[in-house]
């Protein structure tokens, strides 16, 4: 199994290898998405094609970190901020008529991957929660620098006057075309991001999650490898803030809030890290979550909450982590599901609480029997040398007697 | 950028840093003993504060609500123990991260279904209101002291607590390496229940004492945790000492900031661009700060974890 | 005259009031196996950690092959030549065994900053490293993640990573630790048969390895060289006699 990542192609003979379950899993995602516009019909298709736009734009943000998590075992609650300096960087090009993609698209790129290098030199210095909190306040600086933008709107936002223009038409414009595009973008990305992961400098970066002294022992600098990673990252999300800014034709602060990047991170969770069809699958689910829920009611964060947490509790690895228990199920000597048996197995993993508290009770119950059992212990101990006493004697006893019927049997002989 | 403001902004910080260390308190102990991330501490502040507006709606007296209220957060932290956090010690923290996620959706989104979106009040105690006159001329309200006075006692007593009482010294032993106080014979379950019903009782207890003055409203917890983070991040993993410290140090700097950077500026730049830069450069202040720390000091003022 | 490939100059190293290395001063000469002894809490791994650089010293100077490496970091000095196995074994669990050792071979063989053509597909790295693995006869086991290995396979898997990266000095600490009897020896062979084509630092307890591998020995009691010598001279010095293997031998 090379490495912590499926889907990744193992030590490769020269011919060239079917594709993985979790390749295929991958394109027919892609096959859906493509055909999403062809699938609904009528009013609710443009609707549904702005969700699909949407869960396409975070799939490639979620994409973008879990080559961070995944790969190189950098947890940033900071991502967010990368969405919002794409979309300002668009926005603000576009304010000042300078909304071409020539010029928009690099300067969103640029602007993420100087402010990647930037905070990425001085945050990838640390590692664990330092590194989450890092990546955090910067991104609150973003946030707040953001904020005090007010030529550009500060706390509420700046409206884009137009979408990106591309060759001067815009194309963009056609709700069609724009969801293609981002599907395209989507799938190089993922092409990209998978080939980056199995590559030699993909491979380093696992390796240095998996053990860096190790790696350093063999002359690896972890440093230069793990700032690489961060700034590619955070170019990708910056692209899709470039997308995000488009599709709502707006952006604002709270692109960029700390529990915006909250939610990157839940939804590669959800979709289960260490595979890439995983984070896509956890965008799609959030978003789609967050859509069904909102319509049943306006409190849907109190569903979703609790999800999350059973989510953590009972199925840690997300979507990918259920997909693969299933399929080494499916491997393994077929065990039938009876409903007592799963009756048996639910009632086992519920009631383990209450049989913790049974056996803690029963301990304090019983303390009485056992003190009992002591005193009982302690008055034989005392009671004993008086029992072997009168053991002794009654053994005695036949010995005495013998010897008493023989002296008298000899006074009487004597007389 | 009058001597009597200062003098005013300096208290309203420390006060600010006394609260944030009753919450960082809890924080930085809950992950340096059981090295669990604990995003949710944040909505038990919140918590505190509406169970204090609850109890105080019920019975009509301040002392009694806010012991009422004490009492219900304990609670509360030891049922979110029981029924969640404990399963998640020693797993990764990116599932510790998920629960904790959404146990602040849940709440955040939960006291919007029972109380409403809009803020909520309280009246301070005819006892402790009022004010009190600090300068020539310059007065500050009783509550913001007793606020202080009670935060700085709750931190002696923590501070005797975890140096001269049996458990506090396992609870630092545990902060330190919690492997080995396990292996030592000590029942660790029970020392991280203790832990945690304290951190979520310290958490409470600012949340109650800011009752009066704040709205209380949801969401009020999130940019307490943030600050919190902070606070911990700076002072140290594991140490209360640090938490103090960074505490007070990120309270007056933030609020000092906040009403003073503005005419710091304007003294070197253009006052147009120091009413622009100003409320930004004032809100980043403590990231600054807790940047720099990082870079001359990586593992905070007073790392509790040695070599170990 | 065997020229020394690392010489260590008063080197000296303390934790606070616990002087883990006082003064040391070492020679190792090319294609020597240079074994180090001592009691426990000698500072043995210590002075491993020292010259492969995981640790920084207070005092004295690190030379290797005419070149002050004694700021350089770990890193650094694997690409000058240095490699080691740990006490407490370092291998990349989730990796196979191959992939563990290509990664060895990729470190020394070309910019790793490539980023589109897969890594485990190159087969030069994979020859490489399958020829490692064999020398340590674990060929068998390439396909294995790492974390899946026997103890003493994975001993063999950090000598093999060693070997990998076609070292100029080889430090071994304590690779015969936690090793059954079978795989002690095991251990003794391919170390016997690494003899005069490398220059090895080896820190061990298990005497008969020591005895049966070394052409010098250099005993450390309380952070001090006591001894430093051929075998038989440190097998018959009173003061090592007193310190460490007691009065029978």
Known sequence: ?415 | ?308 | MKRAVLKLDALSKSFGALRVAEAIGLEILAGETHAIIGPNGAGKTSLINQISGALAPDKGRIVFEGRDVTWMSMAARAHLGFARSFQITQVLRHFSALENVALAVQARSGSSFRFWQAAAGEAALNRAAMRSLDSVELAARADTPAGSLSHGEKRRLEIAIALAQAPKLLLLDEPMAGAGIEETQRLVATLKSLKGRYTIVLVEHDMQAVFALADRISVLVAGRIIASGEPQAVRANAAVRAAYLGEAT
């Open chain 2, 1 to 308: 950028m009058s001597a009597s403001l200062f003098v005013v902004q300096l208290f309203n910080g420390l006060q600010l840093g006394i609260l944030l260390f009753l919450v960082a308190a809890g924080l930085t102990l809950v992950f340096g003993v059981m090295d669990f991330i604990n995003l949710a501490h944040g909505v038990q502040y919140m918590l505190g504060a509406y169970l204090a507006v609850m109890a105080y709606g019920i019975t009509g007296t301040f002392f009694l609500s806010v012991l009422l209220a004490l009492l219900a957060s304990l609670l509360f932290g030891l049922l979110l123990e029981l029924l969640v956090f404990r399963h998640l010690y020693g797993r990764d923290h990116l599932e510790q991260v998920l629960a904790t996620f959404g146990i602040i959706m849940l709440l955040n989104q939960g006291v919007k279904l029972l109380w409403g979106a809009a803020p909520l009040n309280m009246p301070i105690p005819d006892l402790l209101s009022g004010s009190v006159p600090l300068l020539e001329g310059l007065r500050y309200p009783v509550y913001r002291f007793a606020i202080i006075a009670a935060g700085v006692l709750v931190a002696a007593g923590l501070y005797l607590f975890v140096t001269s009482t049996r458990l506090g010294m396992l609870v630092r032993a545990g902060a330190t390496n919690a492997a080995m106080v396990s292996a030592l014979g000590v029942d660790i379950k029970r020392l991280f229940t203790v832990v945690f019903g304290f951190g979520a009782m310290l958490a409470g207890f600012a949340g109650v004492m800011v009752a009066p003055i704040l709205s209380v409203e949801p969401g009020m917890g999130d940019q307490i945790l943030i600050l919190a983070f902070v606070v911990i991040v700076i002072g140290g993993i594991g140490s209360i000492r640090g938490a103090f410290l960074a505490a007070v140090l990120v309270g007056v700097i933030d609020t000092l900031g906040r009403s003073f950077m503005t005419d710091v500026l304007r003294l070197v730049l253009a006052p147009t661009t120091a009413r622009v830069i100003g409320p930004a450069l004032a809100s980043m202040s403590i990231y600054l700060l807790m940047a720099i720390v990082l870079a001359i000091r990586p593992a905070g003022l007073f790392p509790a974890k040695g070599r170990a």
């Open chain 1, 1 to 415: 199994m090379p490495g912590a990542m499926r889907g990744i192609p193992a030590a490769a003979p020269s011919a060239p290898r079917a594709p993985s379950f979790d390749q295929c899993l991958a394109a027919s995602l892609f096959a859906l998405l493509a055909l999403l516009p062809l699938l609904s019909h009528g009013i609710a298709s443009s609707y549904s094609l702005l969700v699909g736009e949407r869960a396409v734009i975070f799939a490639i943000a979620a994409l973008s970190l879990e080559l961070l998590i995944g790969a190189g075992g950098l947890v940033s609650f900071g991502h967010a901020a990368f969405l919002g300096i794409g979309a300002y960087a668009a926005g603000i090009a576009a304010s000042h008529g300078l909304g071409t993609l020539c010029l928009a698209l690099p300067a969103a790129l640029a602007a993420s991957a100087v402010f990647a290098l930037a905070t990425g030199a001085i945050a990838v210095r640390t590692r664990g929660v330092y590194f989450i909190m890092i990546t955090l306040a910067f991104a609150q600086m973003a946030f707040f620098i953001a904020t005090s933008l007010a030529p550009y709107g500060g706390d509420d936002g700046l409206t884009w006057p137009t979408r990106t223009m591309v060759l001067g038409r815009p194309i963009l414009k056609d709700q069609l075309t724009f969801f293609y595009v981002c599907l395209a973008l989507l799938v190089a990305t993922y092409l990209g991001v998978s080939r980056l992961i199995a590559s030699r400098f993909g491979r380093v970066l696992r390796g240095l999650k998996d053990n860096e002294t190790r790696m350093q022992a063999i002359g690896f600098t972890p440093y230069l490898y793990r700032l690489t990673a961060y700034v590619i990252a955070g170019t990708l999300c910056g692209l899709a803030g470039f997308l995000l800014g488009n599709q709502a034709e707006f952006v604002s602060p709270a692109y960029m809030h700390w529990q915006r990047s909250g939610e990157l991170i839940i939804m590669v969770l959800l979709g289960g890290t260490g595979t890439l069809y995983g984070p896509m699958l956890g965008a799609l689910a959030f978003l789609l979550l967050e859509e069904a829920l909102s319509r049943l009611t306006e409190h849907w964060k109190v569903i979703l909450g609790p999800a999350l947490v059973l989510t953590a509790l009972f199925a840690s690895g997300g979507i990918a982590g259920a997909i693969a228990a299933c399929r080494r199920r499916r491997a393994a000597p077929r065990v039938p599901v009876t409903l007592p048996r799963l009756v048996h197995h639910l009632l086992d993993a519920g009631l383990e609480p209450a049989r913790s508290w049974r056996r803690a009770i029963r301990r304090r119950l019983l303390r009485p029997a056992h003190l009992f059992k002591r005193g009982a212990h302690r008055a034989r101990a005392a009671c004993e040398p008086a029992t072997l006493a009168l053991g002794r004697g009654l053994q005695a006893l036949p010995s005495l007697a013998e010897r008493g019927l023989k002296t008298s049997v000899e006074r009487w002989w004597r007389r």
